[in-house]
């Protein structure tokens, strides 16, 4: 059992910066390949960015690519998305996800392990 816990997110003006960082329980993170997903209001959820075990590959949305970045910190059990240049469409719930194997760096909804519960991330224009 993995527990993922969200934070960071906030309100912002459009072309600002936020850094989201999800914190996991247990001793197994490098085993686990982890994500950022979002949900804005009536949308579904989807992908934004994956990292594999060892932080050597990274993956993004098209819609975030050069400007959003994924880091893990596996000494700590942390997961980052650092998001610049952000946009009013950036506006959503983003979860924090862990999935297996550990050599994924693109992930699907329904292939997601484990999911944190969610930081709302409010861009204003």
């Known amino acids: 059992q993995v527990q993922l816990v969200e934070s960071g997110g906030g309100l912002v003006q459009a072309g600002g910066s936020l850094r989201l960082s999800c914190a996991a329980s247990g001793h197994t993170f490098s085993t686990y390949a982890m994500g950022w997903f979002r949900q804005a209001p009536e949308k579904e959820r989807e992908f934004v960015a994956g990292?594999?075990?060892?932080?050597?590959?990274?993956d993004y949305a098209d819609s975030v690519k050069g400007r959003f970045t994924i880091s893990r910190d596996n000494a700590k059990n942390e997961v980052y998305l650092q998001m610049n240049s952000l946009k009013p469409e950036d506006t959503a719930v983003y979860y924090c996800?862990?999935?297996?194997?550990?050599?994924?760096?693109?992930?699907?909804?329904?292939?997601?392990?484990?999911w944190g519960k969610g930081t709302l991330v409010t861009v204003s224009s």
């Open positions: 990292i594999r075990g060892n932080g050597a590959n990274t």
């Open positions: 996800a862990a999935d297996r194997p550990n050599t994924k760096t693109i992930m699907t909804v329904r292939g997601v392990n484990y």
